[in-house]
């Protein structure tokens, strides 16, 4: 059975910090593209950042620089450390793991996140 469990979600002043944290089980994670998604009240979920079992991220580009994705392949966690938040980061955060070959991708049951201005 595939789990991602997401934790790490809150409420934040704007210019703070999170670090959300996705374990994952039943799934080999080097199989697996992981992602942090987002979605906002009214809109459609969006990507966040992605990184490879190797380290190869991707970001938005509204978090670049911002953001942060990391792993632990030992754990199967991967990371998303969240710096100079603003109100519009605010969204429920999910978790997924996207398989390298085929259209499978799991989801977690995601985090809630604030940034209040």
């Known amino acids: 059975q595939v789990q991602l469990v997401e934790s790490g979600g809150g409420l934040v002043q704007a210019g703070g910090s999170l670090r959300l944290s996705c374990a994952a089980s039943g799934i080999q994670f080097r199989l697996y593209v992981m992602g942090w998604h987002r979605q906002a009240p009214g809109k459609q979920r969006e990507l966040v950042a992605t990184?490879?079992?190797?380290?190869?991220?991707n970001y938005a580009d509204s978090v670049k620089g911002r953001f942060t994705i990391s792993n632990d392949n030992a754990k199967n966690t991967v990371y998303l450390q969240m710096n100079s938040l603003k109100a519009e980061d605010t969204a429920v955060y999910y978790c997924a793991a996207h398989h390298v070959r085929r259209s499978v991708t799991y989801w977690g049951q995601g985090t809630q996140v604030t940034v209040s201005s």
């Open positions: 990184i490879t079992s190797s380290g190869v991220t």
